[in-house]
């Protein structure tokens, strides 16, 4: 009986063990973004003789997970990735430590101010159409272009009611002044409400009916341009882009320390943000790296200002009253 | 048979802490201040969650969606449950494979699939449609409350089938007989005799079918959110969603009413079927089911479940193949078909983490299936052979986990098992998803269990058998047909799991579905078509072996009359 109790408790804490004396020379990196496997195989193949792991969650689980392993002492992340916001709520909860990568030297100040959180990229959005069904004299010059009611049931975008980088999207157009005044920016919100686009969850479905002809444009992300290929996608030229900024920070009880800074510098370095804009077409703050996509490194691209999630909820509340009606 | 108090007990006591400790979790959070399940005490979840001014019209579009989605799972299984076992329709071997077929088909595909064949603006179906009778106006719009219907009927069809099917092959003819000599019409025998025999069996599909689509995701983002249509399984995700601080305690609060309602549907069904000797038909007195010739109606019959069974079930199936050979997706087209290759096969069978995905994923689906079925053969027989207030409770437990919404349940094990060093482990899933998915054994073998009268167990304790060689001899031989049926629902469910693995998946226990979520989120379709059609394979080849040795060790021989 003994021996059974013995051999029931080694069945159940081996996993545990094991993975606890594994992680000593492995990185773990906790993140939501698309095909990155170049990069980690790139790091891996590298001489910092660590071995890199992604472990992908989504947004919406991201910060439910890291605080419930984090409070129970069985965060694995060594390094944490994802939107500032989700980031800055980890440091208040005391989840993150302070790094400064060198790799980040040439990064702009505004990136860089903050001793705990770098920020690396943006999510840059923009209208993106079927550059097979869409004449070139069709396609829209400006935001204001999605309001002709030409796009009637012809559009589709991430519920702008509850997707918050969508909702946060339509913020930044409103305090970037992109249409003059908030009198120019409503008009925009309502014309493209009263052209009833198509919702989808968030942006990863969004490219997906474009491509297909079911819709023939929409508001997505140009670096499906890349990871999409070859789909007849583009994206329509008009002079500003916005988007939410990726950041990311180095666990405060990381299992592996030193490997999780040998990783982020490794990540900040221009040898994986060229491969980031390369291979996953991101839009990447190293000077003078972009995605090899035409006419985005002469494109105007601009952080949005974070909003809090009071800010988010009610904003998703006023959009739901036009976007719904 | 076993000592009734003490089985009924140890049975409490591991169902209670497999389905009590997440749901407890998530108790916890909705009334936690904090994201995590431990916080300041507040009622305050409970209050946005059902004040909500739109909480009504997403109650009546649930209510809608359900009953509707039960009600043509169950329609149709009921037909295709009665050709495939009580006729000589030809090739019904065929048939009862392809009425299983969505439940190994990852639901997200199958919706997507359907989106191809029926969005109002180039689905081909519509297309078809429109060109042969040179109209604008698509067929069918898929993104309605309508075609929510019409695809989660379909992908819960294998559940009502599985649980129709194995009561329908065990129905003895005879009482049919009695009621015919009698003077009834075939109307009147129907209805008199034949479905209120089946009746449990009915109320199980329709109650499960509601639970299940009460807790469904993929059709309701896929297909409602598109035609803004929402139920509550998207309303909990627009709650979750609307900011980066995901709440599950609200989410927790909201899907409370979804539990209550599947409790109070599981007692409904208790109260309808508490007579369960009406409905036995499996007695000492022999028993023989028998087959019905269909004579002249064969052919048309066979037309009518051959056209049904390619429009519904194949036409998608055959839409993710051509998905999986394109570099992405595109109406077909001469360019289309000169597109086509393997290249999305090749990434896929070349890809380590698709590889191990694969190999986890079986060993979930085979070893899960196993000690899930043999766990259900004990409390399917508490519940229906018992019946009393414990086992009442001990079937209101094994819902419990079931009930919750797929987005939320999966979040209460991750709060529960990141206490134990069982997080992050292949063992972690393997509880889970027994856990979640017991229904799925339970159903089907408790409508067995009721058409078996207990004078048989009686007989061979009688004769000095023990209550293990009873079971064994006796009752188990008998419960095949009920066995296969819930082996395949879990073993079908486990490879395509997807609300557990997501949160508690971790590198190196990696499953099928997280692999083809990952193919989603970055729009691969192609890919996720190839995986996804490796999946159907699989997961067939498990239902023909189940189906195989079910047979062979099956006492029920169908007799041609």
Redesign the interface.
Known sequence: MKKMVVLLLGLILLPGLLSTALAADKVNLYANITAIEPIMADFNAGQSAQEGIYTRISTSKYLATVLTEFSAGKLQADVLQGPLPILQMLKEKGVLTPYKSSSASGYPDWATGDDTIIQFGIEYVAPIYNKELVKPEDVPKTYMDLTDPKWYDKLVMPDPASHATTISWLIGLKEAKIFGDDAGWMKFVKGLAANKPMFVKSFGPSPAPIESGEKLIGISMPKYIITKAPAPLDWARVDTLLGTTRAMALAAKAPNPNGGKAFIDYWLSAQAMQLLADKVGEYVLTPGVFPPIDGVDKVKVIPIRQLSDEEIRHWGDEFQKIFYQ | MFKKPTLTTTLIIIVGFLTLCPVIMLLLGSFSK?????GQFTTSKYVSAYTDPDFADILLNTVIFTVGSALHATLLALFLAYVNTRTDLPFKFIFKIISIIPMMIPHILFS?SW??LL?P??GILNRLFMSLFETRDALFNV?SLKGMILVEGLLDLPIAYLIIAPAMSAFDVSLEESSKVCGASNWRTLFKVTLPVLRPAILASAILVIVRSLASFAVP??IG??G?IYVLSTHI??N???????D?GLAAAIGLSALGASITLIYIYRYLTAESGKFVTISSRGFKPTLIKLQKGKYPLLVIVGILSFVLILLPVIVLFYISML?????PSARAFSLMSWNNWIDVLKDPISLLSLKNSLFLGVVGATLGTILSIFVSYVIVKIRTTASGLLESLSFLSFSFPGIVIG?GF??FF????????L?ALLIGYIATYLPYGIRPLSSAFIQIHSTLEESSRVCGGTPFYTLRRVIIPLLIPGIVSGWILMASMFLRELTLS??LS??GTEVLAVQIL?F??????GRLSALGIIMIFISSLLVILAAVLGKKFSKLEVVDR
């Open positions: 904090d994201f995590v399940s431990f997507a989106v191809l969005n603006s180039n993104y983002s896929v959110m598109p803004r995700y627009r979750i969603s609307s900011g980066f601080a995901a599950y570099p992405y997706s595109m109406p979040v991750m709060w990141v206490r134990t060093p069982l997080y992050g482990t063992t997501v949160v971790r590198p990952r989603a989120e970055d729009g691969l379709w």
